[in-house]
């Protein structure tokens, strides 16, 4: 019997997510989460594509509304799939897409109430150039024994 607690995902509740997620939406989550979209929607022309496009449109949510959620890795994933996997992502759009994300950072840095919002769009540049392997789930969640957490917003 295991007697050892069961991992949550830690992030911060209440009235003050709420305000930063509508803060992120307006002032850039809008225009990352539509670009994740559009990444998607051309990823999925092909049949090849459909799991980039799929992983594409996960990641938009994740973008529209960050605050409250958080990005874990899997530990039962294959590690040469998962890195093959974000090689070709790397190609058709995570690099697009984490330029994007450092272009919004670096402006929402310019203003003193952007900075916050400038340091998470960096964090997720990360994540838009190698997504494959991770996974996110609303904070509070159990997480598996495991699982290491990749990025905490």
Request: net charge positive; with cysteine.
């Amino acid at each position: 019997m295991n007697t050892y607690p069961t991992p949550v995902a830690a992030g911060r509740n209440g009235p003050l997510r709420v305000i930063g997620n509508i803060l992120w939406f307006v002032l850039a989550g809008l225009w990352m989460g539509i670009a994740y979209i559009v990444a998607g929607v051309l990823q999925c022309i092909t049949i090849i594509g459909i799991p980039f496009g799929l992983q594409s449109f996960k990641l938009a949510g994740y973008a529209f509304w960050p605050f409250g959620r958080v990005v874990y890795e899997r530990t039962d994933r294959d590690a040469a799939l998962s890195c093959l996997g974000n090689v070709i992502w790397f190609l058709l759009s995570g690099l697009w897409l984490a330029i994007g994300h450092v272009i919004g950072g670096v402006l929402l840095c310019l203003t003193i109430i952007g900075i916050p919002f400038g340091i998470a769009s960096f964090k997720l540049a990360g994540l838009a150039l190698v997504p494959f392997g991770k996974v996110v789930v609303t904070a509070g969640q159990p997480l598996p024994p495991e699982a290491r957490v990749y990025l905490a917003l």
